[in-house]
């Protein structure tokens, strides 16, 4: 059974740091390109970072961009989000995703495996 499972959220400052994880199992994390989302209440789910296979290359959603670092360690399966400099904005349930074909994308229908989620609250 595949799952991926995020861990790491909750309540922090304003200017605060957070590290996200997603651990996979039943699949082999090194065959797919790996990113996170986030939902905010009452909007949509918005892309944050993406990784490829090896690591090498990343994208980030301007948001993101200077504050969040995703990476991975493909020995452990598993996927990690470095947000630093939190903001009130970036409270969200994260949700970490999966895609077997290959190329770095930000919409949610290209990614076919989803974790649960995990909450992440900023207060000012």
């Known amino acids: 059974q595949v799952q991926l499972v995020e861990s790491g959220g909750g309540l922090v400052q304003a200017g605060g740091s957070l590290r996200l994880s997603c651990a996979a199992s039943?699949?082999?994390?090194?065959?797919?390109?790996m990113a996170w989302f986030r939902q905010a209440p009452g909007k949509e789910r918005e892309f944050v970072a993406a990784i490829t296979r090896s690591g090498r290359d990343t994208y980030y959603a301007d948001s993101a961009k200077g504050r969040f670092t995703i990476s991975r360690d493909n020995a452990k399966n598993t996927v990690y989000l470095q947000m630093n400099s939190l903001k009130p904005e970036d409270t969200a349930v994260y949700y970490c995703?999966?895609?077997?074909?290959?190329?770095?994308?930000?919409?949610?229908?290209?990614?076919?495996?989803w974790g649960q989620g995990t909450q992440v609250t900023v207060s000012s």
């Open positions: 995703a999966a895609r077997y074909w290959d190329g770095l994308r930000s919409k949610s229908y290209e990614y076919e495996k």
């Open positions: 039943g699949l082999t994390l090194s065959y797919y390109v």
